[in-house]
Structures are given as C-alpha cells and as structure tokens.
C-alpha cells in the first residue's frame, strides 16, 4: 500500500464501512441455490465456504460472465464458478487502502477481517459512501445499509 492516511477517525475504518453479516455458502451448493441466497439476501456477493472456512466468493459478475456466457447449467456447483483467492483485509485499515487494493486487483469486493475471522465485506459501493461523506455529499449509515 501506499502512504495513505492512517486517520484516527473511527469512521474511516473498514469496521465502521463493511458490510454485516457474511453471507455464506457450502462448496457442496449449486450455482442456483447460490443465485437464490444472494436474491433472498439481497446480496451483490457471497463468501464460499469449506469446513466453515472461507475459501472464495461468487459475485453478480461471475453469474453473468461464467454461468450466463459460458452457457453453465444452474446445477454446476459453486466451486466451478467462485473467484480466487479471496481478497482480505483487516477491520482496522483505512477505507483509502481497501479503493486503493480493488483498484490494484481489479475486484470490487474485500472480506474484512478481525484476528484473521472474515467478519464483514466491502463493496465498491461501501468505498464510494465514503468518498461521498469525505465531500459533503452524502451520508452514510453503516447500520442502515444494504449490499
């Protein structure tokens, strides 16, 4: 990472920004109930887990470019189309780094951690709340806000 400011602002903490809770789902799943959770969850994505750890994410873009363009059946199983490796970063680094590393990886999710336990996501759209609230444009409430 680079120079960024490391506030000590509490509100400019990935914690203060992530999106709770995880939305997970087991390897064994299929690309459908996959697609339903999200539906249900109202989820842009969601964490891949085996034996309760955290191995990859599913997003809307890998359901349009893997299952949709690549003409995958809804049965296929979620480990065919989850991106890897799964993106983490701690709950205390500074909403700046995690827009700096989506842009560095080209991805527009990050799991958060705390102590190494994935406890929340940011968006692209968490980073952007952040960037409207640095302007006065918005304002954004963490405990009010929807993925």
């Not at 999200?38 to 809307?60: F, P, R, Y």
């Not at 363009?69 to 995690?98: F, R, W």
């Not at 799991?111 to 952040?130: C, E, L, P, Q």
Request: net charge negative.
């Amino acid at each position: 990472m680079t120079g960024l400011p490391q506030s000590e602002h509490p509100k400019e903490k990935l914690f203060d920004f992530m999106t709770t809770p995880v939305i997970s789902i087991d390897v064994s799943a299929t690309v459908q109930e996959a697609a339903h959770l999200m539906d249900v969850e109202n989820a842009s994505a969601i964490l891949i887990t085996e034996n309760d750890k955290h191995i990859g994410i599913i997003t809307e873009r890998d359901f349009t470019r893997k299952v949709v363009g690549g003409g995958l059946a809804l049965s296929t199983l979620v480990t065919e189309i989850m991106s890897q490796p799964l993106y983490t970063l701690d709950k205390d680094n500074h909403i700046l780094e995690a827009s700096e590393f989506m842009t560095d990886h080209n991805t527009r999710h990050i799991s958060v951690t705390d102590k190494g336990k994935v406890v929340g996501i940011v968006t692209v759209k968490n980073t952007f709340a952040y960037y409207m609230n640095l302007f006065g444009l918005g304002s954004y409430d963490p405990a009010t806000h929807i993925d």
